[in-house]
Protein backbone atom coordinates (compact mmCIF):
# COMPACT_ATOMS: atom_id res chain seq x y z
CA UNK A 1 0.00 0.00 0.00
CA UNK A 2 1.65 3.37 -0.63
CA UNK A 3 2.73 5.44 1.83
CA UNK A 4 0.52 9.03 2.68
CA UNK A 5 2.62 12.23 2.25
CA UNK A 6 1.01 16.00 3.04
CA UNK A 7 0.43 15.95 -0.47
CA UNK A 8 -2.85 13.35 -0.44
CA UNK A 9 -4.72 15.25 2.01
CA UNK A 10 -7.59 16.66 0.45
CA UNK A 11 -8.63 20.26 1.45
CA UNK A 12 -12.56 21.00 1.57
CA UNK A 13 -12.32 24.19 4.12
CA UNK A 14 -16.09 25.51 5.50
CA UNK A 15 -17.57 28.53 3.42
CA UNK A 16 -19.51 28.99 7.04
CA UNK A 17 -16.25 29.72 9.52
CA UNK A 18 -17.99 29.46 13.42
CA UNK A 19 -17.19 32.65 15.73
CA UNK A 20 -14.43 32.26 17.84
CA UNK A 21 -15.29 31.65 21.42
CA UNK A 22 -15.09 34.21 24.64
CA UNK A 23 -11.81 33.11 25.70
CA UNK A 24 -12.30 33.55 29.19
CA UNK A 25 -15.42 31.46 29.54
CA UNK A 26 -13.80 28.75 27.95
CA UNK A 27 -14.41 25.16 30.11
CA UNK A 28 -13.91 21.75 28.24
CA UNK A 29 -15.15 19.92 25.17
CA UNK A 30 -17.59 21.50 24.13
CA UNK A 31 -17.12 23.94 21.21
CA UNK A 32 -15.26 22.84 18.20
CA UNK A 33 -12.64 24.11 15.82
CA UNK A 34 -14.29 25.29 12.26
CA UNK A 35 -12.50 22.16 10.85
CA UNK A 36 -11.61 18.04 11.00
CA UNK A 37 -9.50 15.85 9.60
CA UNK A 38 -10.91 11.96 8.93
CA UNK A 39 -9.98 9.17 6.61
CA UNK A 40 -10.85 5.66 5.95
CA UNK A 41 -9.35 2.65 6.25
CA UNK A 42 -10.48 -1.05 4.72
CA UNK A 43 -8.21 -4.20 4.58
CA UNK A 44 -7.78 -3.91 0.64
CA UNK A 45 -6.81 -0.21 0.66
CA UNK A 46 -5.37 0.54 3.90
CA UNK A 47 -5.59 4.21 5.29
CA UNK A 48 -7.06 6.52 2.24
CA UNK A 49 -9.03 9.29 1.47
CA UNK A 50 -7.52 11.76 3.90
CA UNK A 51 -9.29 14.83 4.22
CA UNK A 52 -9.60 17.89 6.34
CA UNK A 53 -13.41 19.05 6.21
CA UNK A 54 -15.63 21.02 7.95
CA UNK A 55 -16.39 20.25 11.53
CA UNK A 56 -19.72 18.40 11.11
CA UNK A 57 -21.64 15.32 12.17
CA UNK A 58 -20.91 12.13 11.31
CA UNK A 59 -23.86 9.78 9.78
CA UNK A 60 -24.03 6.18 11.07
CA UNK A 61 -25.65 3.21 10.54
CA UNK A 62 -28.09 1.77 13.54
CA UNK A 63 -25.82 -0.94 13.29
CA UNK A 64 -22.31 0.92 13.49
CA UNK A 65 -20.31 -1.66 15.42
CA UNK A 66 -18.65 0.51 17.75
CA UNK A 67 -22.43 1.38 18.89
CA UNK A 68 -23.00 -2.14 19.82
CA UNK A 69 -19.62 -3.14 20.60
CA UNK A 70 -17.52 -0.38 21.88
CA UNK A 71 -14.12 -1.20 19.39
CA UNK A 72 -12.70 2.44 19.72
CA UNK A 73 -9.59 3.97 21.05
CA UNK A 74 -8.57 7.57 21.49
CA UNK A 75 -5.73 10.47 22.24
CA UNK A 76 -6.10 13.51 24.28
CA UNK A 77 -3.20 16.10 23.81
CA UNK A 78 -3.13 19.60 23.37
CA UNK A 79 -1.80 22.40 20.94
CA UNK A 80 -0.67 25.90 22.84
CA UNK A 81 1.28 28.98 22.07
CA UNK A 82 4.48 29.44 23.22
CA UNK A 83 6.38 32.93 22.07
CA UNK A 84 4.00 33.85 19.21
CA UNK A 85 4.39 30.02 17.76
CA UNK A 86 1.69 27.12 18.04
CA UNK A 87 3.73 24.27 19.46
CA UNK A 88 2.69 20.66 20.32
CA UNK A 89 4.20 18.17 23.66
CA UNK A 90 5.72 15.17 23.27
CA UNK A 91 3.48 14.44 20.39
CA UNK A 92 4.89 11.21 18.94
CA UNK A 93 4.11 9.77 21.97
CA UNK A 94 1.06 10.09 21.56
CA UNK A 95 0.62 8.38 18.61
CA UNK A 96 2.44 5.65 19.15
CA UNK A 97 0.06 5.03 22.22
CA UNK A 98 -2.91 5.15 20.22
CA UNK A 99 -1.37 2.47 18.14
CA UNK A 100 -1.12 0.56 21.28
CA UNK A 101 -4.56 1.02 21.93
CA UNK A 102 -5.26 -0.01 18.55
CA UNK A 103 -3.39 -3.19 17.94
CA UNK A 104 -5.30 -4.23 21.78
CA UNK A 105 -8.45 -3.28 20.79
CA UNK A 106 -8.13 -4.90 17.55
CA UNK A 107 -8.05 -1.75 15.31
CA UNK A 108 -5.56 -1.37 12.36
CA UNK A 109 -1.80 1.12 13.16
CA UNK A 110 -1.94 4.16 11.83
CA UNK A 111 1.49 5.46 10.05
CA UNK A 112 2.47 7.57 13.29
CA UNK A 113 4.34 10.44 11.10
CA UNK A 114 1.49 10.60 8.42
CA UNK A 115 -0.98 11.27 11.64
CA UNK A 116 1.76 14.06 13.40
CA UNK A 117 1.56 15.16 9.70
CA UNK A 118 -2.40 15.49 9.16
CA UNK A 119 -2.57 17.10 12.95
CA UNK A 120 0.00 19.77 12.21
CA UNK A 121 -1.98 20.18 8.73
CA UNK A 122 -5.57 20.50 10.53
CA UNK A 123 -3.73 23.21 13.28
CA UNK A 124 -2.16 25.52 10.53
CA UNK A 125 -5.97 25.53 8.71
CA UNK A 126 -7.30 25.99 12.59
CA UNK A 127 -4.50 28.02 13.97
CA UNK A 128 -6.63 31.30 14.71
CA UNK A 129 -8.11 28.55 17.58
CA UNK A 130 -6.00 27.63 19.37
CA UNK A 131 -6.67 30.27 22.72
CA UNK A 132 -3.86 32.69 23.86
CA UNK A 133 -5.41 33.93 27.24
CA UNK A 134 -3.02 32.62 30.29
CA UNK A 135 -3.81 28.83 30.91
CA UNK A 136 -5.95 27.70 28.11
CA UNK A 137 -5.06 25.02 25.20
CA UNK A 138 -6.22 23.94 21.81
CA UNK A 139 -7.45 20.25 23.57
CA UNK A 140 -6.57 17.66 20.39
CA UNK A 141 -9.02 14.51 20.62
CA UNK A 142 -7.58 12.14 18.01
CA UNK A 143 -9.77 8.75 17.55
CA UNK A 144 -10.49 5.67 15.91
CA UNK A 145 -13.34 3.50 15.50
CA UNK A 146 -15.03 0.62 13.58
CA UNK A 147 -17.52 2.02 11.14
CA UNK A 148 -18.84 -1.27 10.25
CA UNK A 149 -22.50 -1.89 9.45
CA UNK A 150 -22.63 -5.42 11.10
CA UNK A 151 -24.33 -7.08 13.91
CA UNK A 152 -21.88 -9.93 14.04
CA UNK A 153 -18.67 -9.13 16.93
CA UNK A 154 -16.05 -9.35 14.91
CA UNK A 155 -12.77 -7.07 14.40
CA UNK A 156 -14.23 -3.65 12.13
CA UNK A 157 -13.46 -3.53 8.61
CA UNK A 158 -14.32 0.06 8.04
CA UNK A 159 -12.30 1.64 10.15
CA UNK A 160 -12.57 5.64 10.48
CA UNK A 161 -9.90 8.13 11.96
CA UNK A 162 -10.59 10.96 13.31
CA UNK A 163 -9.15 14.55 14.89
CA UNK A 164 -11.08 17.14 15.87
CA UNK A 165 -9.92 20.09 18.14
CA UNK A 166 -12.04 21.99 21.01
CA UNK A 167 -10.82 25.20 22.70
CA UNK A 168 -10.45 24.87 26.55
CA UNK A 169 -10.30 26.68 29.36
CA UNK A 170 -7.54 26.46 31.83
CA UNK A 171 -7.72 23.80 34.64
CA UNK A 172 -7.49 25.71 37.59
CA UNK A 173 -8.61 29.10 37.67
CA UNK A 174 -7.11 30.23 40.62
CA UNK A 175 -4.18 28.51 41.00
CA UNK A 176 -3.74 24.52 41.99
CA UNK A 177 -6.40 23.59 44.07
CA UNK A 178 -6.09 20.00 46.16
CA UNK A 179 -8.68 17.55 45.40
CA UNK A 180 -10.29 15.32 47.48
CA UNK A 181 -10.50 11.64 45.77
CA UNK A 182 -12.44 8.81 47.49
CA UNK A 183 -10.91 5.46 47.29
CA UNK A 184 -12.75 3.06 45.05
CA UNK A 185 -12.82 -0.64 46.99
CA UNK A 186 -16.06 -2.12 45.37
CA UNK A 187 -15.53 -1.70 41.69
CA UNK A 188 -12.66 -2.30 39.76
CA UNK A 189 -11.59 -0.14 36.17
CA UNK A 190 -8.95 -2.66 34.46
CA UNK A 191 -7.31 -5.93 35.48
CA UNK A 192 -4.39 -7.40 33.91
CA UNK A 193 -4.45 -9.13 30.57
CA UNK A 194 -7.69 -6.51 29.86
CA UNK A 195 -7.61 -3.18 28.36
CA UNK A 196 -6.64 -1.36 30.81
CA UNK A 197 -3.52 -0.02 29.27
CA UNK A 198 -4.85 1.37 26.19
CA UNK A 199 -6.68 4.49 25.95
CA UNK A 200 -10.13 2.48 24.95
CA UNK A 201 -13.65 4.24 25.35
CA UNK A 202 -14.96 1.40 27.43
CA UNK A 203 -12.45 1.94 29.65
CA UNK A 204 -14.17 5.13 30.50
CA UNK A 205 -17.43 3.86 30.22
CA UNK A 206 -16.83 1.37 32.73
CA UNK A 207 -15.34 4.09 35.50
CA UNK A 208 -18.48 6.48 35.04
CA UNK A 209 -20.28 4.33 37.65
CA UNK A 210 -17.44 4.85 40.54
CA UNK A 211 -17.23 8.72 39.16
CA UNK A 212 -21.16 8.67 40.11
CA UNK A 213 -20.37 7.31 43.35
CA UNK A 214 -17.30 9.60 44.15
CA UNK A 215 -18.95 12.82 42.94
CA UNK A 216 -22.40 11.75 45.48
CA UNK A 217 -20.49 11.56 49.00
CA UNK A 218 -18.54 15.07 47.06
CA UNK A 219 -15.42 13.83 46.18
CA UNK A 220 -13.89 14.96 42.34
CA UNK A 221 -12.34 12.07 41.71
CA UNK A 222 -11.99 7.80 42.36
CA UNK A 223 -8.87 6.16 43.06
CA UNK A 224 -9.09 3.21 41.00
CA UNK A 225 -7.05 -0.05 43.18
CA UNK A 226 -5.79 -3.14 41.27
CA UNK A 227 -8.22 -5.35 39.84
CA UNK A 228 -7.68 -8.90 41.27
CA UNK A 229 -6.60 -8.05 45.49
CA UNK A 230 -7.79 -3.91 45.50
CA UNK A 231 -4.90 -3.93 47.51
CA UNK A 232 -2.51 -2.12 45.41
CA UNK A 233 -3.08 1.68 43.69
CA UNK A 234 -3.71 2.34 40.34
CA UNK A 235 -4.88 5.73 38.97
CA UNK A 236 -7.68 8.05 38.79
CA UNK A 237 -10.08 8.90 36.56
CA UNK A 238 -8.17 10.30 33.94
CA UNK A 239 -4.93 10.83 35.58
CA UNK A 240 -1.72 8.27 37.13
CA UNK A 241 -0.87 9.21 40.70
CA UNK A 242 2.19 10.47 42.70
CA UNK A 243 2.99 10.02 46.09
CA UNK A 244 5.66 12.09 47.72
CA UNK A 245 6.92 9.58 51.39
CA UNK A 246 9.52 10.70 53.37
CA UNK A 247 11.31 12.46 50.46
CA UNK A 248 10.93 9.81 47.94
CA UNK A 249 8.16 9.75 45.02
CA UNK A 250 6.36 6.90 44.46
CA UNK A 251 4.47 5.76 41.38
CA UNK A 252 2.89 2.78 40.66
CA UNK A 253 4.21 0.85 37.70
CA UNK A 254 3.13 -0.18 34.60
CA UNK A 255 1.49 -3.34 35.31
CA UNK A 256 -0.47 -3.76 31.80
CA UNK A 257 -3.40 -2.35 33.51
CA UNK A 258 -3.13 1.41 33.93
CA UNK A 259 -2.26 3.92 31.24
CA UNK A 260 0.84 4.96 30.81
CA UNK A 261 0.81 8.52 30.96
CA UNK A 262 2.96 10.93 28.70
CA UNK A 263 2.67 13.57 31.60
CA UNK A 264 3.84 10.81 33.97
CA UNK A 265 6.91 9.78 32.38
CA UNK A 266 7.50 13.15 31.37
CA UNK A 267 7.45 14.04 35.47
CA UNK A 268 9.70 10.76 36.12
CA UNK A 269 12.43 12.46 33.79
CA UNK A 270 12.14 15.57 35.22
CA UNK A 271 12.01 14.58 38.80
CA UNK A 272 14.97 12.49 38.56
CA UNK A 273 16.61 14.84 35.92
CA UNK A 274 16.27 17.20 39.11
CA UNK A 275 18.20 14.72 41.12
CA UNK A 276 14.95 13.34 43.07
CA UNK A 277 14.45 9.73 44.16
CA UNK A 278 11.72 8.32 41.98
CA UNK A 279 10.22 4.70 42.69
CA UNK A 280 8.05 3.23 39.78
CA UNK A 281 6.93 -0.19 41.93
CA UNK A 282 3.74 -1.31 43.45
CA UNK A 283 2.24 1.17 46.05
CA UNK A 284 0.29 -0.57 48.63
CA UNK A 285 -2.65 1.65 49.87
CA UNK A 286 -1.97 0.26 52.92
CA UNK A 287 1.72 1.50 52.83
CA UNK A 288 0.49 4.95 52.26
CA UNK A 289 -2.34 4.89 55.22
CA UNK A 290 0.93 3.75 57.00
CA UNK A 291 3.35 6.81 56.34
CA UNK A 292 0.41 8.91 56.53
CA UNK A 293 -0.02 7.86 60.40
CA UNK A 294 3.90 8.33 60.68
CA UNK A 295 4.07 11.91 59.12
CA UNK A 296 5.35 10.60 55.92
CA UNK A 297 3.04 10.75 53.99
CA UNK A 298 4.23 14.56 52.09
CA UNK A 299 2.07 15.36 49.24
CA UNK A 300 0.16 13.46 46.21
CA UNK A 301 -0.51 14.59 43.03
CA UNK A 302 -2.26 12.94 39.84
CA UNK A 303 -0.73 13.93 36.36
CA UNK A 304 -2.86 14.17 33.22
CA UNK A 305 -2.50 16.12 29.73
CA UNK A 306 -5.65 18.04 31.04
CA UNK A 307 -4.59 19.19 34.76
CA UNK A 308 -0.61 18.51 34.07
CA UNK A 309 -0.64 18.44 37.69
CA UNK A 310 -2.86 18.12 39.91
CA UNK A 311 -2.64 18.17 44.06
CA UNK A 312 -4.40 15.79 45.79
CA UNK A 313 -5.50 17.11 49.39
CA UNK A 314 -7.59 14.58 50.89
CA UNK A 315 -8.32 10.50 50.55
CA UNK A 316 -11.53 8.42 51.94
CA UNK A 317 -12.00 4.76 51.19
CA UNK A 318 -15.68 5.11 53.24
CA UNK A 319 -13.56 4.50 56.28
CA UNK A 320 -10.36 5.82 56.77
CA UNK A 321 -9.53 9.22 55.64
CA UNK A 322 -6.30 11.36 55.75
CA UNK A 323 -5.95 14.66 54.53
CA UNK A 324 -2.77 15.84 52.94
CA UNK A 325 -0.26 18.27 53.78
CA UNK A 326 -3.17 19.98 55.73
CA UNK A 327 -5.00 20.28 52.93
CA UNK A 328 -2.97 22.54 51.04
CA UNK A 329 -0.62 21.81 47.94
CA UNK A 330 2.81 21.07 48.49
CA UNK A 331 5.95 22.42 47.40
CA UNK A 332 7.19 19.50 45.25
CA UNK A 333 3.97 19.65 43.47
CA UNK A 334 3.98 22.99 42.69
CA UNK A 335 7.39 22.61 41.56
CA UNK A 336 6.88 20.02 39.19
CA UNK A 337 3.82 22.33 37.42
CA UNK A 338 5.76 25.49 37.47
CA UNK A 339 8.90 23.67 35.82
CA UNK A 340 6.33 21.19 32.99
CA UNK A 341 3.88 23.85 32.09
CA UNK A 342 7.57 26.21 31.80
CA UNK A 343 8.59 23.91 29.41
CA UNK A 344 5.50 23.62 27.45
CA UNK A 345 4.76 27.44 27.27
CA UNK A 346 8.52 28.17 26.17
CA UNK A 347 9.12 29.72 29.57
CA UNK A 348 11.62 27.44 30.73
CA UNK A 349 14.66 25.95 28.73
CA UNK A 350 13.64 22.07 26.99
CA UNK A 351 16.29 20.20 28.01
CA UNK A 352 14.52 17.34 26.64
CA UNK A 353 13.16 18.37 23.22
CA UNK A 354 9.85 17.79 23.69
CA UNK A 355 8.06 21.13 22.78
CA UNK A 356 7.65 20.87 18.87
CA UNK A 357 6.46 23.59 16.45
CA UNK A 358 3.37 23.11 14.22
CA UNK A 359 4.89 25.13 11.19
CA UNK A 360 8.70 24.88 10.98
C1 LIG B 1 -7.05 6.70 32.66
C2 LIG B 1 -6.02 7.75 32.45
N1 LIG B 1 -4.87 7.67 33.15
C3 LIG B 1 -3.90 8.58 32.99
C4 LIG B 1 -4.03 9.64 32.11
C5 LIG B 1 -2.91 10.62 31.92
O1 LIG B 1 -2.28 10.41 30.69
P1 LIG B 1 -1.53 11.61 29.93
O2 LIG B 1 -0.53 12.14 30.87
O3 LIG B 1 -0.91 10.98 28.74
O4 LIG B 1 -2.58 12.60 29.59
C6 LIG B 1 -5.22 9.77 31.38
C7 LIG B 1 -5.42 10.90 30.46
O5 LIG B 1 -5.11 10.83 29.31
C8 LIG B 1 -6.23 8.79 31.53
O6 LIG B 1 -7.36 8.87 30.83
Redesign the pocket.
Known amino acids: MTKLTKQDIKLELTKNPKEKPDQSALGFGQIFSDHMFQMDWTPEKGWHNPRIEEYSPLSLSPANATLHYGQAVFE ?1 MKAYIAKGEAVLFRPQENFKRLNKSAERMALPQLDEEFALTALKELLKVDKDWIPTADGTSLYIRPFMFAADEYLGVKAGEKVKFLIILSPSGAYFKDGLQPNKIFVEKEYVRAVRGGTGFA ?1 AAG ?1 YAGSLLGQQKAAKLGYAQTLWLDGVEQKYVE ?6 IFFKVDGKFLTPELNGS ?2 P ?4 DSIIQLLKHNGESVEERKVAIAELYEAAENGKLEEIFG ?4 AVVSPVGELFDGERKVVVNNFETGQSTKDVYEQLTGIQLGKVEDPFGWVEKVEE
Open positions: GKNEVGAMNILGITRSGTA
